[in-house]
């Protein structure tokens, strides 16, 4: 590696985790229910809790922003690297090629900006919504198994959670199906690792028998257990 290409390396991780770490749930949450999000339900930001907190509209809206930020994030970044370093040469950010492991490094910094937010203590969502969005803008073949694995899992049982803790999964398990280089699937597994950790609760649910199926708000769920 350059030092040209560490300099933008760290300067798009800086920039990733700082977008990404903007709570959207928070904030929707606030304009649509003039609720604090943290203080209802499981407190998670998350789409889940918005959902059952304060309704579809709110919890939709939320799901794209979050979504938007990861597809922003490693489509642009992408397109940077591939500009500024490598003469505009797009095969070299491939999954597959060489340096397939930077827009890889940014989708790992989209989850962490995420889980682990700037702007509210380091403490954040779950990363399923903006790890989708930064599947799609880098590795949308991907991204599609994601959705249909999210889909396998939380359709049938109504539980988000084991849908989403199935695509965390299933994540490097793609990525090793399509091919990509090993030095691509490095951060997707450590991704895995976080997303898997953030739903820690309700893993301990499941296993409880505890769990709460999904739900719109109706009536102002006070109960934590998204």
């Not at 095969?91 to 890889?104: C, K, L, V």
């Not at 969005?133 to 198994?145: E, H, N, Q, R």
């Not at 994540?171 to 820690?200: E, K």
């Amino acid at each position: 590696m350059t030092g040209k290409m560490v300099l933008w390396l760290l300067l798009s991780c800086v920039v990733t985790y700082f977008v990404c770490g903007i709570p959207f749930g928070l904030i929707v949450g606030s304009k649509e229910g003039h609720i604090d999000i943290r203080r209802v339900g499981s407190g998670n930001i998350g789409t889940t809790n918005v959902a059952r907190s304060v309704g579809a509209k709110a919890a939709g809206l939320t799901l794209f922003l979050d979504a938007l930020k990861g597809f922003l994030s490693t489509l642009i970044w992408s397109h940077v690297f591939a500009n500024v370093l490598f003469m505009g040469n797009f095969e070299r950010m491939a999954p597959t090629a060489d340096f397939g492991w930077m827009p890889s490094i940014i989708f790992l910094f989209a989850i962490i900006g995420h889980v682990f937010s700037p702007y509210l203590k380091f403490k954040g969502g779950k990363g399923i919504a903006v790890g989708f969005g930064a599947a799609l803008g880098y590795i949308p073949a991907v991204a599609m198994g994601l959705l249909l694995v999210f889909l396998v899992g939380a359709v049938p049982s109504r539980y988000v959670s084991v849908g989403s803790i199935s695509t965390a999964i299933s994540l490097p398990i793609w990525a090793a199906i399509f091919g990509y280089a090993p030095t691509t699937i490095y951060p997707l597994i450590i991704i895995t690792l976080i997303v898997v950790w953030a739903h820690r609760e309700n893993i301990k649910k499941l296993a409880h028998h505890q769990e709460k199926h999904f739900s719109f708000h109706h009536s102002g769920d006070k109960d934590k257990n998204a």
